[in-house]
């Protein structure tokens, strides 16, 4: 395998002593999760999407869902008390977390942001999330998700 890249997520991992096997591919444009499991060989029910919305008032805050599951934008607005929620633009995913898409990692955004996880993500035995550059993921421990102290919900549809 090839060096593993230096990237603000990999800081933030090493910094709070986590733990992770990282995994390198060839990224695709418009591959998603789909592709990104076939090119490791594992479940894309494992492979966690780190997805970007801004509530009604404009807040941004993350959710962590399984990749083969989509965010009922519904039921995330009904549970955030709140009118409505919607995945923010390409430009404003940057600007939260200094990560382009298809290589957002919920460590190290360049904003401290509220994160939710899909409460069936904390069972698995093992996941694989963005490490924060397209064409990388790190495997860890659901657990490890704790270092950003998320608020385990119901989303999926």
């Not at 418009?30 to 008032?57: C, M, P, R, W, Y």
């Not at 290589?103 to 899909?118: D, H, I, N, R, W």
């Amino acid at each position: 395998m090839s060096e593993v890249p230096v990237t603000t997520a990999v800081r933030f991992l090493r910094s709070h002593k986590v733990t992770f096997v990282p995994h390198l591919y060839d990224w695709e444009e418009h591959g998603g999760t789909k592709h990104s499991a076939q090119s490791l060989g594992v479940d894309e029910h494992q492979v966690i999407k780190t997805l970007v919305f801004e509530n009604d008032q404009k807040k941004p805050l993350l959710v962590l869902m399984h990749g083969d599951r989509e965010v009922s934008t519904k039921n995330l607005a009904r549970f955030l008390g709140c009118k409505t929620v919607q995945p923010c633009t390409p430009q404003n995913v940057t600007r939260y977390t200094g990560y382009q898409v298809g290589g957002c990692s919920p460590f190290g955004t360049k904003q401290a942001l509220v994160v939710y996880v899909e409460s069936t993500i904390l069972a698995l035995p093992k996941i694989f999330i963005n490490g924060g550059k397209r064409g990388f993921l790190v495997e860890i421990a659901p657990d490890v998700l704790q270092v950003l102290d998320p608020t385990a919900i119901s989303a999926a549809i």
